[in-house]
Nanobody, 127 residues
């Protein structure tokens, strides 16, 4: 049974930082990519960042490039999202996703190509 559990969300002022964690358990050894997505109130879920489960390739949405950093531990059990210079419009529920399709950049950014999801963690950025 695969389980993804996010943590680290909270309230932060604009310009501040937060670090999200996603702990993965179960059969994850065959995965190729994990990602972070977010969903703001009244909006659809959007891609934020992804990381290859093996190797070091990372991928970012243009809106967060240069401010967010995705990483994972060497045991490949936890994925992190370091978020810097946060903006109020980035207030959202942040979800981690596992077992994505690594074949194309389009699929890496596509929420429908991920098979496993965490419950989400709320990030609120005050102005």
């Amino acid at each position: 049974q695969v389980q993804l559990v996010e943590s680290g969300g909270g309230l932060v002022q604009a310009g501040g930082s937060l670090r999200l964690s996603c702990a993965a358990s179960g059969r994850t050894s065959s995965w190729f990519v994990m990602g972070w997505f977010r969903q703001a109130p009244g909006k659809g879920r959007e891609f934020v960042a992804a990381i290859a489960w093996s190797g070091s390739n990372t991928y970012y949405a243009d809106s967060v490039k240069g401010r967010f950093i995705i990483s994972r531990d060497n045991h490949k059990t936890t994925v992190y999202l370091q978020m810097n210079s946060l903006k109020p419009e980035e207030t959202a529920v942040y979800y981690c996703a596992g077992d994505g399709d690594y074949s194309t950049r389009y699929y890496i950014e596509n929420q429908y190509k991920y098979d496993y999801w965490g419950q989400g963690t709320q990030v609120t950025v005050s102005s």
